[in-house]
C-alpha cells in the first residue's frame, strides 16, 4: 500500500523560506514522477511543481524562481520554498505520478498534507 507523509509546514512572516519534505512507503518510487500540490481553502488543488524519476522539474507561474523540488530517487521528495507571500497559505501535498508529454498526472494516493502560513 503506498503511503505518502508530508512534513516541515508552518507559519513563516512573507519573505521568508520553508522546506517540505514527503517520504513515501510501500512502493518503488524510483520509477514514477513525483509532484507537490496545494489546496487553499474553497480553492482546487493545484499542481505546484513535478519532477520526473530522472530529475527534470517543472514548475507552476506562480512559483518559478522561489520554489525548488528535489528528489533523492528513493522515496523522498523536497519542496524548497523562499520569498513566500500570504497567496502561498495553503495545505501542501505530495503525490506520486507519471509525466507524459511534459504533462503531471498524479496517481489518487494522497497524503494528510502540511499547513504552510504565510502572515506577519
Same mark, same amino acid.
Given at each position: 500500500q503506498v503511503q505518502l507523509v508530508e512534513s516541515g509546514g508552518g507559519l513563516v512572516q512573507p519573505g521568508g523560506s520553508l522546506r517540505l519534505s514527503c517520504a513515501g512507503s510501500g512502493s518503488d518510487f524510483r520509477w514514477y514522477s513525483m509532484g507537490w500540490y496545494r489546496q487553499a481553502p474553497g480553492d482546487q488543488r493545484d499542481l505546484v511543481a513535478?519532477?520526473?524519476?530522472? @530529475?527534470?522539474?517543472?514548475?507552476a507561474d506562480s512559483v518559478k524562481g522561489r520554489f525548488t523540488i528535489t528528489r533523492d530517487n528513493a522515496s523522498m521528495v523536497t519542496l524548497q520554498m523562499n520569498s513566500l507571500k500570504p497567496e502561498d497559505t495553503a495545505v501542501y501535498y505530495?503525490?506520486? @505520478?507519471?509525466?507524459?508529454? @511534459?504533462?503531471?498526472?498524479?496517481?489518487?494516493?494522497?497524503?494528510? @498534507?502540511?499547513?504552510?502560513?504565510?502572515?506577519?
Open positions: 513535478s519532477i520526473t524519476s530522472s @530529475g527534470s522539474a517543472k514548475y505530495c503525490n506520486r @505520478g507519471v509525466t507524459l508529454g @511534459g504533462t503531471y498526472y498524479p496517481h489518487q494516493t494522497w497524503g494528510q @498534507g502540511t499547513q504552510v502560513t504565510v502572515s506577519s
